[in-house]
């Protein structure tokens, strides 16, 4: 629900604060005072495309923000949920703001959103109808979703949604595995030779690393063995490390004896020796078990060699090499059991055809009963809105069957539209082709009065709604906005006296010269004020006394006691 709007340097709105109410709001005042204005302001809100030349001359940027409830609409609240963004009090604050450089910038609640979003998110909280640029009703995939919300079937529309996507998923895959056996054929002889070859190699991950170590003691074994060599010499030879450690140990010894502080170095010198002693013994049998291998260096380099070529084949590393050899191994395995994945995937795809030109059948059905239904629910509005010669149909036609077979697309086996005829003697034709902008926004009143309760926007705007009619068709659309009132926010601008009486919450716009520019206020009635404003609707005259007492009698008449209608 719309509970407050804001406005500032929009067009000659310089600055205006309007509250809204539950039930219905209506906009009276002359003709030129900025109703219309405000409801673009509100188009603005909620994301219609807009130019610098909204922008109230002399002001550098126009801003609007609106307060907007969301507690108990699920739509809204899912689309805040997905993007992280928290209602205050069940309710969020929209901002949309364009500059004169033409920068634009827009909000809801303190995170930025592009124009797209905030015509989606709009969409789950306001309808604008009458306005013929952009009318979703005039879509034909809304009017399937209208029926099929109307039939109560919406729950099956999903589940048949899911089948035929599946359906689409499995005739893919069989389409895959119903490649040429040719091209199959030559998979199947690369694959299997690529996992043999790497079998018969049996590269290991780290392989490499070893066989690089072992390469560089063979090819420098010269070099290592003289360093081994020398190094054993230098420790144990008669003159070495070890013999003057051995020499030097009962000294310190005996040094201890005398100055027990010498006793730690002692140990010290102790743990050397055998330390050396032990490290000498494991450079003798280094030396001693150390050989050059010619015959073992060619082995590690045709070892090299296959490494590589594997590699250069199948990946950058061993890893990815072995990698690609569990992949092949499963792809292998799976084109070698086609026949039987085939046979298996058809009677997959058998069972899905069965299943999903059966939802498709069961669909059809129920949006026939249900566009019967609402033909008859709208003609009988209609009747009463000025229009008693206007026809409607929801106009089902099945996709022409292909080869003996339904077919069906992802909503179903129908093409669904809403065709209608204004005049008598007028063809059907498509509701987007025919309705001016009053007929339409009759046509929508009446679509909406038969669809109150189908869970569609919880705020709805009209617009034009009573142009061209009087009389008994007035009272007809007012009855129809006040029943449609009873479920949802209803905002509208009217000039008939007959509607006006019936509002719960009743805004009058009129224009004003404050200093040396023209200003738009709004102001909302009560009492005798929305008396004499009815007066003035009735006669132009809100002084006249006949006019007076003829707007309290249709107040008394027509109107809602306050608050009754909307308190629910």
């Not at 990815?320 to 499963?330: H, I």
């Not at 869970?455 to 007809?476: K, N, Q, S, Y």
């Not at 006006?500 to 919450?505: E, G, K, V």
């Not at 709004?522 to 006949?546: F, H, K, N, T």
């Amino acid at each position: 629900m719309l509970e407050e709007m804001s406005i500032r340097d929009f067009a000659i709105i310089d600055r205006l604060s309007i509250r809204f109410e539950l039930g219905l709001n209506l906009l009276t005042g002359e003709t030129g005072a900025g109703k219309s204005i405000m409801i673009g302001a509100l188009g603005f809100i909620l994301g219609a495309k807009a130019d610098t030349g909204i922008i109230r001359s002399g002001a550098e940027e126009t801003l609007v923000t609106g307060v907007v409830s969301v507690e108990g609409n699920a739509e809204a609240l899912a689309w805040l949920g997905e993007r992280g963004i928290e209602p205050e009090d069940g309710a969020v604050i929209i901002r949309r703001g364009l500059k004169r450089t033409g920068r634009g910038s827009a909000y809801v609640q303190d995170v930025p959103v592009v124009r797209q979003d905030l015509q989606d998110f709009s969409a789950t909280l306001v309808e604008v109808h009458g306005q013929r640029e952009g009318h979703a009703l005039l879509k034909k995939d809304k009017h399937r979703a209208l029926v099929d919300r109307f039939a109560g079937i919406e729950a099956e529309v999903s589940s048949y949604a899911a089948a035929y996507a599946e359906l689409g998923a499995k005739r893919k895959a069989l389409e895959t595995l119903a490649s040429s056996e040719a091209e199959r054929a030559r998979e199947i002889e690369l694959l299997r030779f690529a996992v043999e070859e790497i079998d018969a190699a049996a590269p290991r991950a780290d392989e490499e690393n070893e066989l690089g170590d072992e390469e560089r003691r063979l090819s420098q074994h010269e070099k290592l063995f003289a360093a081994v060599s020398q190094a054993r010499e230098l420790l144990s030879d008669a003159d070495g490390a070890i013999a003057k450690l051995r020499r030097a140990r009962p000294l310190l010894e005996s040094a201890g004896s005398i100055d027990q502080r010498l006793l730690d170095r002692s140990k010290r010198l102790d743990d050397s020796y055998y330390e050396l002693e032990d490290l000498g013994e494991s450079l003798s049998s280094y030396a001693d078990q150390t050989h050059f291998d010619p015959a073992r260096l060619e082995e590690i380099e045709a070892r090299f060699a296959v490494l590589q070529r594997l590699k250069r084949k199948y990946g950058l590393d061993l890893a990815a090499v072995v990698a690609y050899r569990t992949e092949a191994a499963e792809r292998l395995a799976g084109l070698e059991n086609w026949e039987e994945d085939r046979a298996g995937l058809e009677r997959q795809v058998a069972a899905l055809e069965s299943e999903v030109f059966g939802k498709a059948e069961s669909l059809t059905e129920a949006r026939s009963a249900a566009g019967k239904r609402l033909e008859s629910a709208v003609l009988s509005v209609i009747a009463t809105l000025g229009m008693p010669n206007a026809r409607f149909t929801v106009r089902i036609e099945r996709f022409p069957p292909s080869a003996g077979k339904i077919v069906v697309g992802p909503t179903g086996a129908d093409d669904l539209e809403f065709y209608v005829s204004a005049n008598k003697g007028e063809p059907l034709r498509p509701l987007a082709d025919v309705a001016s902008g009053g007929e339409l926004s009759r046509f929508m009143l009446a679509l909406k009065t038969a669809l109150a309760e189908d869970g569609g926007a919880p705020t709805m705007v009209f617009d034009e709604v009573d142009t061209g009619i009087g009389g008994e068709v007035a009272l007809g659309v007012g009855s129809h906005l006040a029943s449609l009132a009873a479920t949802k926010q209803v905002l509208c601008i009217t000039h008939l006296a007959s509607i006006a009486s019936r509002a719960d919450n009743h805004l009058m716009v009129e224009k004003r010269v404050e200093g040396e520019r023209t200003v738009t206020r709004v102001a909302r009635l009560e009492g005798d004020d929305r008396v004499r404003e009815i007066a003035r609707m009735l006669s132009g005259d809100p002084s006249s006394r006949a006019s007076l007492d003829h707007a309290a009698e249709l107040v008394a008449k027509l109107g809602n006691p306050r608050g009754e209608r909307c308190r629910r």
